[in-house]
T-cell receptor, first 112, second 113 residues
Framework: AQSVTQPDIHITVSEGASLELRCNYSYGATPYLFWYVQSPGQGLQLLLKYFSGDTLVQGIKGFEAEFKRSQSSFNLRKPSVHWSDAAEYFCAVGDNDYKLSFGAGTTVTVRA | GAGVSQSPSNKVTEKGKDVELRCDPISGHTALYWYRQSLGQGLEFLIYFQGNSAPDKSGLPSDRFSAERTGGSVSTLTIQRTQQEDSAVYLC???????????FGPGTRLTVL
């Protein structure tokens, strides 16, 4: 069975500072990996995804993620956060039908 | 174009009552997914429809939960004899066939008193 672990429940970061959100997955085959963001009162929005190829993937809003098979990780990064990045972030792994298994989420607070 | 819509946005019901939640996917999307987001369980997959194939019901938590999709478009998630633990936000997503990108609706917040 597939599963995702997001070790950090809550992260506080200063505006302009860098951000890294951790994600570890468990999946028997080549994983389909995703990062979603959920802003307060909003639906889930896809930030980026990885299926194969280049292990560093670029997404929207200046986010990127790196797939490391040896560490079963898919960490999300942003070099300089903006106040609008305050939200909850979910890492997910998909099966062949793209049914998603989500991590518990990491809440990001941005302080001025 | 319009995104995925869900109705109602909020639903309060009494324990033991049945509820129906509706999802209108993006036009032309043949795949439709239901997920549940609750404090205790996080985001969990419930059921998946793809075209005319039999749905994948592997995520439904009990036989009180069922879903149908009429005409390959609108889907209804039905919860019978609701329990307090059914309180959650129910999310619907749709995608093109064989597409990895799911578009999520705003969800229906269900509260069971």
């Amino acid at each position: 069975a597939q599963s995702v672990t997001q070790p950090d429940i809550h992260i506080t970061v200063s505006e302009g500072a860098s951000l890294e959100l951790r994600c570890n997955y468990s999946y028997g085959a080549t994983p389909y990996l995703f990062w979603y963001v959920q802003s307060p009162g909003q639906g889930l929005q896809l930030l980026l995804k990885y299926f194969s190829g280049d292990t560093l993937v670029q997404g929207i809003k200046g986010f990127e993620a790196e797939f490391k098979r040896s560490q079963s990780s898919f960490n999300l990064r942003k070099p300089s956060v903006h106040w609008s990045d305050a939200a909850e972030y979910f890492c997910a792994v998909g099966d062949n039908d793209y049914k998603l298994s989500f991590g518990a989420g990491t809440t990001v607070t941005v302080r001025a | 174009g319009a995104g995925v819509s869900q109705s109602p946005s909020n639903k309060v019901t009494e324990k033991g009552k049945d509820v129906e939640l509706r999802c209108d996917p993006i036009s032309g999307h043949t795949a439709l997914y239901w997920y549940r987001q609750s404090l205790g369980q996080g985001l969990e997959f419930l059921i998946y429809f793809q075209g005319n194939s039999a749905p994948d019901k592997s995520g439904l938590p009990s036989d009180r939960f069922s879903a149908e999709r009429t005409g390959g478009s609108v889907s209804t998630l039905t919860i019978q004899r609701t329990q307090q633990e059914d309180s959650a936000v129910y999310l619907c997503a749709s995608s093109l066939a064989d597409s990895d990108t799911q578009y999520f609706g705003p969800g229906t917040r269900l509260t069971v008193l």
